[in-house]
């Protein structure tokens, strides 16, 4: 119904806003990813989100249209509400959100305040297809990547490591260093074991 809000800022919260159009003062609801990206002049465009409940009308505000769309597909999730999808924007970036559920980062999802193992996964499972075709994500680059983690988990298997153990602590090293090569990974995984 409303697509975007532009107006003279009068608050700025890192978690709201007020935005001043013709006279009417709109409260957006804001995550840090958007307030971060939110400059300190007067005049600002948000695009929103209005969320309708029973007992309320909400508000969020996205500095730009990826983000939105992000939240939108967040929280079309069962078990993922609008604060829910506010709090993963306000942890990582847009960017960061769509590729560890693009490439099934558990790990990186599971990072997240307020998110366990079975959210995490039911985020990457509902999402994960409709990620890759909105976003036409190419495979190939994710693919390369599990195979830089592949490798490292299978040297360390050799080197007498349970899988479960160094997968715990290799998906560790991936999600702090994602361009980590095989021996980088290896090195990492051997100083956290």
């Not at 600002?44 to 989100?49: A, G, I």
């Not at 969020?60 to 769309?69: H, I, K, T």
């Amino acid at each position: 119904m409303i697509t975007h809000i532009q107006g003279k800022l009068v608050e700025k919260n890192p978690t709201d806003v007020v935005i001043d159009c013709n006279g009417v003062g709109y409260l957006l609801n804001i995550s840090l990813h958007t307030f971060s990206q939110i400059p300190d002049t007067e005049n600002l465009k948000l695009f929103t989100y209005l969320l309708v409940r029973e007992d309320a009308h909400t508000l969020y505000g996205f500095s730009s249209v990826a983000e939105r769309e992000i939240f939108k597909l967040l929280i079309s999730v069962s078990g993922i509400g609008a604060n829910t999808a506010r709090m993963m924007l306000s942890s990582l970036s847009p960017k960061q959100v769509r590729e560890g559920i693009a490439m099934g980062d558990v790990a990186l999802i599971q990072s997240i305040k307020g998110i366990g193992a079975k959210t995490a996964q039911r985020v990457i499972l509902d999402l994960k297809d409709k990620v890759i075709k909105v976003y036409d994500l190419d495979e190939m680059s994710m693919v390369e990547s599990n195979t830089n983690k592949d490798e490292a988990l299978s040297a360390l298997e050799v080197l007498g490591y349970t899988k479960k153990q160094a997968e715990r602590v290799v998906d560790k090293v991936i999600s702090n260093n994602s361009e980590a090569n095989v021996e980088t990974i290896i090195k990492e995984a051997l100083k956290n074991l």
